[in-house]
């Protein structure tokens, strides 16, 4: 499974295009800005896009997905809990399969009720859940931080150490990490008790 990680929008984020090396099929995950661009690394390695993937519905990971669809003919993929329009609909423990790759779905609300992490072939697409040394906002509607910290804390923190992370936002030192380097130096990731969550976020 190759990941093109690519920069777009000036908030930071990170559009992916996924693909499986051996069928030349692949995914789009959370495509907003920089278009031209999506679809310049899909024609230059001959990708056929079976899904858009959103891991979560807020617009700077949806607002390309009209567009997208259009160029592609590629359905609309989101988390059942989704608000907006989408084609299919996926839950925890599903899996979204492309070529002789899957990825699987882990429902990780916190940020959103709708937020979801795929895991697969040693990595883990983290969307607006966890950065590299934070977490996504719990203020946004839809929020919830002990949301979060359960996903944060009984979820996240139990992955293989080894796991490549590839958050939906470039907000850390580096553009990816581990889950391993991530259970080590990332504040929201330290074992403490939910109300001791609450205090770090600001909440008491």
């Given at each position: ?11 930071q ?8 090396e ?47 669809k ?39 609300p916190?940020h ?59 907000y ?33």
């Amino acid at each position: 499974m190759k990941v093109h990680q690519v920069p777009v929008g000036n908030m930071q984020n990170f559009t992916y295009i996924v693909e499986d090396e051996t069928t030349s099929e692949g995914i789009i995950i959370d495509p907003s800005w920089e278009l031209d661009e999506i679809m310049r690394v899909v024609q230059k390695n001959n990708i056929k896009v079976k899904y858009i993937v959103n891991t979560h519905h807020h617009f700077d990971h949806t607002i390309g997905n009209d567009t997208i669809k259009n160029e592609t003919g590629a359905p609309i993929l989101q988390y059942k809990t989704s608000t907006i329009k989408h084609d299919l609909e996926v839950s925890d423990g599903d899996t979204i399969k492309f070529g002789d790759s899957e990825l699987t779905v882990i429902h990780t609300p916190g940020h959103s009720k709708d937020s979801m992490c795929l895991v697969g072939d040693g990595k883990i697409f983290s969307g607006d859940t966890l950065f590299v040394g934070a977490c996504g906002r719990v203020d946004l509607p839809g929020g919830d931080v002990r949301e979060m910290y359960h996903s944060l804390v009984n979820i996240l923190r139990k992955m293989d150490d080894n796991l490549v992370m590839y958050p939906g936002h470039d907000y850390g030192s580096t553009p990816t990490s581990t889950m391993g380097a991530q259970k080590k130096m990332n504040f929201v990731m330290q074992p403490r008790t939910e109300a001791e969550f609450l205090e770090i976020m600001g909440i008491s």
